[in-house]
């Protein structure tokens, strides 16, 4: 199956600091979705983006639907200690009767003392 | 409460002995989906099931075996294991429509000697 490529795949930074990651495919997504997990649990759902162009935010996060479709951008301002853990994309190529959603390799955070 | 729940949280078991990870949700979600977590390679789908007896392959299908007898519940089955099966594995749900929020439940260590 297809995979989205993440980058970067970790990243060391300081509490207050703003924070980039981007997602490749490929291929075109319909949808795309960002992840967060935190130690020892599942994936949760932080941004949905379901059209080209499109930017939401969900407090500190920013995601971005690349014009092309087949990529995407997150961004969180002014991290904080509970922004560890590893975030993850995720795209859909149909809207609808196609449950296939591929995952990306995934961005480990971690904040510096 | 609102939740996905595996059991169990961890599992060590043999290769070629049968075994079954349960998943039920009690959110009437209609579709759920079994997905695979490995070092380096993110989330894989393996399974998903859109509704009741309506079940198709993910993206890595091969030695693994599901069913959709009720709504709520979405075992995984692997009749015969193989070390190359050793993972981290998360069931997730999610109601039907353009909301792409799966609930993932907080996921099954599996190791297979």
């Known amino acids: 199956g297809q995979q989205l490529n993440q980058s970067p795949q970790s990243m060391f930074i300081q509490e207050g600091e703003d924070v980039s990651m981007n997602c490749t495919s490929s291929?075109?997504?319909?949808?795309w979705l960002w992840y967060k997990q935190d130690p020892g649990e599942g994936p949760v759902l932080l941004i949905a983006?379901?059209?080209?162009?499109e930017l939401t935010s969900n407090g500190r996060l920013t995601a971005q639907f690349g014009i092309t479709r087949k990529d995407s951008f997150l961004n969180i301002s002014a991290s904080i200690p509970s922004d560890v853990g590893i975030y993850f994309c995720?795209?859909?190529?149909?809207?609808?009767?196609?449950?296939?959603?591929?995952f990306g390799t995934g961005t480990r955070l971690t904040i510096i003392p | 409460e609102a939740q996905v729940t595996q059991n169990p949280r961890y599992l060590i078991t043999v290769t070629g002995k049968k075994l079954t990870v349960t998943c039920s949700q009690n959110?009437?979600?209609?579709?759920m989906s079994w997905y695979r977590q490995d070092p380096g390679l993110g989330l894989r789908q393996i399974y998903y099931?859109?509704?009741?007896?309506?079940?198709d392959k993910g993206d890595v299908p091969e030695g693994y075996k599901v069913s959709r007898k009720e709504k709520r519940n979405f075992p995984l089955i692997l009749e015969s294991p193989s070390p190359n099966q050793t993972s981290l594995y998360f069931c997730?749900?999610?109601?039907?429509?353009?909301?792409?929020?799966?609930?993932f439940g907080s996921g099954t260590r599996l190791t297979v000697v």
């Open positions: 997730a749900s999610r109601r039907s429509g353009q909301t792409y929020g799966y609930t």
């Open positions: 291929s075109i997504f319909n949808t």
């Open positions: 983006l379901y059209k080209a162009g």
């Open positions: 995720a795209g859909q190529l149909d809207n609808f009767g196609n449950e296939k959603l591929t």
């Open positions: 959110m009437n979600h209609e579709y």
């Open positions: 099931s859109m509704n009741v007896e309506v079940t």
